[in-house]
């Protein structure tokens, strides 16, 4: 095994641990200390939102765009299938985590505005941007039809929007977990309760998180070399 | 004048416009809606803290970052020092900006706790790596006695920790303007009035500033083609 290989399996066990932490981090102060989930109560229905986007937006995304990194010696076509396919797991959770905060909204007592917020202001720019990419992706580089040098020209846009949609996500998620602090714990946040350590600790475990995932991206050395006695046929 | 440095031009235009806007909205912000500045009154003293932080590690610490690329004809070592100088105005605003934060609270009437929330948290993170960053750059770059191929060897690190900490300092004023919205309208914010408005369009503004930055950083057409008739007499 290479260095280079050695390294980036050690930089892959990190982020994948990180990533779970993450998850538990927010699963574990639901259940501690915001009334755990339902799918009747309003107000708890709304804790599916933290949980589901954490595991959307933060860990499947970054698997998503790590993948071709993660996983080199699988063929081309078989890693673009991969990542559309974890993309489709991604919608489908964001489109019930968009539900969830939208029937607590609607059917709380009492009511809650709509897209008030500024994390609900950038969460909606990060889906429609994540749409927008995920709709030009499948037609660019999964539809059969468009030329390969076309291709070539839209990757490295393609990329960078990905990194830069996944950056945007992680600053929708520490605006969300900041605003959910203040609002439950209210004046009591000034205090530093153990609620408030846990979700200082994890704001700052999710920027960690981010920057490692922003690293292993943009590390030229990990990027993936053609296999090009297979794509040349596959092309 | 090639097509690479018109494009370039039209960017650099952009982003100091979209810099400027942003350091007005803060201000009008203040200015409109919470009471001005003031060097007496603890609770007015704060307002110096976003102002100032804004116009240090948003709109200087990209200038820092990106003089390299907009000002490509200068030679190496002019610019290692304007790029320090710059950094030195930031350190001098931040301090100033601390300051402010630690006064309106100690003497704020009720006393505020010191560094309680995520915002606080991150951004004394922020400012760590930045002191480690000015530290290291200083050491290794501008210190005579060391040697070339060493520079060359840490230099993708410091780009890449100086775009780091610039999204850090994105990522933590979000915060900031999160946390400032929520204390100072607390219930009128799910109203929406003109001031939540403005704060979430400052935020946006914020994030859509960040982006163009990270992109002008990160485009390897814009980077700036080292001059050997001079640098290799300099070195």
Redesign the interface.
């Known amino acids: 095994m290479s260095s280079k290989t050695s390294l980036l399996k050690k930089f892959y066990i990190l982020y994948q641990i990180i990533g779970l932490i993450l998850i538990y981090f927010v699963y574990y102060w639901i259940v501690q200390y915001r009334g755990g989930f339902s799918f009747t109560e309003p107000k708890i229905i709304f804790n599916w939102h933290p949980l589901l986007m954490t595991i959307a937006f933060l860990y499947l995304f970054a698997n998503a765009i790590l993948h071709y990194r993660t996983f080199p010696n699988n063929t081309k076509q078989k890693l673009k299938n991969q990542h559309a396919l974890i993309h489709g797991c991604i919608l489908i959770l964001i489109v019930l985590a968009g539900f969830a905060a939208f029937v607590s909204h609607q059917y709380g007592k009492p009511q ?2 709509h897209l ?4 609900s ?2 969460g909606v ?1 990060t889906i429609i941007m994540f749409l927008s990419q995920l709709i030009s992706g499948l037609w660019c580089f999964l539809y059969p039809g468009v030329a390969v040098q076309h291709r070539e020209t839209l990757a490295p846009y393609h990329v ?1 929007f990905g990194i ?1 949609i996944f ?2 996500a ?2 929708t998620a ?2 969300g ?3 959910k ?3 439950a714990l209210s004046d009591k ?4 309760p153990a609620e ?1 350590v846990l ?2 600790i994890l ?2 475990v999710c ?1 960690f998180y ?2 490692l995932v ?2 292993m991206i ?1 590390k030229p050395e990990f990027k993936r070399q053609p296999k090009l006695e297979y794509e040349t046929l596959l092309k």
Chains 1, 2 share one sequence.
Request: aromatic fraction near 18%.
């Open positions: 809650i505005p008030y917020s500024l994390h202001w950038l720019i960078f830069g950056i945007l992680v600053a520490l605006l977990f900041c605003e602090i203040i609002f946040y000034k205090l530093l408030a979700g200082n704001g700052i920027v981010c920057i922003v690293y943009t």
